[in-house]
């Protein structure tokens, strides 16, 4: 059969436990909503090779037949409507395997489980997610805990991006949009306006000023979007960033887009204060997308 050279292709970053199953059934969901198909990477250690002494044939064929059997069970959870083709990687860190996965499949996004210990609903960053979300040059989906009890069928009901304080999130728009427009999805632009005020400083004046700066950046964001896309704009406010997230309402099969920090080099990932303060009480997924050069 020929290849869909079109189809969203996505990478999951496979574990046999709570995580990994978290970021298998996001990876399904969005496989499903958007016809894409799945790649299920296990990545072990390069030292399951024998690293720098002579490998053990016995202990790879053992280390290979149990991680076959993790996902086959991985394979059977998500059924036959999905399309998907399961991997067993070697590499030096289990970020650096997903990121060469990515690039072989020509993956438009790598997905991850939140750490152990993390709330119900929340992303709790661990050493896989952290080291992606410093280093990929691929778009990278953070599963919160529970994802694995959402309904497969829950789709994507909205793509919300949030757009930064800064005019020129081109590429964040465009990743946004054509998610969207790949699961049939309305698009949502958003501006956080924390008020951090110093001492002294007027309340209301203050507040007008950020708000206003915050609709010219929405403006700004409307004017990037591809003719016909229409999308709707709400600025939100708080006295932090958490707060003015907690405003916000979110539909249960809402995905987020955010930006890279300007700290990133181009093309790449880099996960700023903003994001990681939203990651503090989104309840729903956060894709994190690289920013172009420049």
Do not use: C
């Not at 181009?266 to 994190?288: W, Y």
């Amino acid at each position: 059969m020929a290849r869909n050279t079109d189809e969203l292709r996505i990478v999951v970053g496979y574990t046999a436990d709570d995580s990994g199953a978290d970021a298998l059934a996001l990876g399904a969901r969005i496989a499903a909503a958007t016809e894409g198909r799945l790649e299920v990477v296990l990545v072990l250690p390069i030292e399951a090779r024998g690293g720098v002494v002579p490998p053990d044939p016995g202990y790879e064929r053992l280390v290979k037949e149990r991680g076959r059997g993790w996902l086959a069970e991985a394979s059977a959870s998500i059924g036959d409507d999905i399309a998907q083709a399961l991997h067993i990687r070697y590499a030096e860190s289990f970020a650096e395997g997903l990121t060469a996965a990515a690039h072989e499949f020509g993956a438009a996004l790598i997905v991850v489980g939140a750490a152990r210990g993390g709330l119900l609903g929340r992303v709790r960053i661990g050493s896989v997610a952290n080291e992606l979300l410093h280093s990929s040059d691929v778009p990278v989906a953070l599963a919160p805990a529970g994802s694995r009890d959402v309904r497969l069928g829950q789709g994507i009901t909205r793509v919300t991006a949030a757009v930064g304080t800064r005019p020129g999130a081109q590429r964040l728009i465009e990743a946004s949009v054509a998610l969207a427009r790949a699961s049939h999805a309305p698009v949502r632009l958003v501006s956080l306006v924390p008020i951090d005020l110093p001492s002294g400083l007027d309340a209301e004046l203050a507040h007008l000023t950020s708000t206003a700066h915050a609709e010219e950046v929405l403006d700004s964001a409307r004017a990037a979007l591809p003719a016909g896309v229409q999308a709707s704009a709400q600025v939100a406010t708080g006295d932090s960033v958490e707060d003015a997230v907690k405003a916000l309402d979110w539909h249960a099969g809402e995905l987020v887009l955010v930006g890279s920090s300007r700290l990133a080099s181009g093309h790449r990932l880099f996960l700023g204060s903003t994001a990681a303060k939203m990651l503090r009480e989104l309840p729903v997924p956060m894709i994190v997308v690289p920013r172009t050069r420049g």
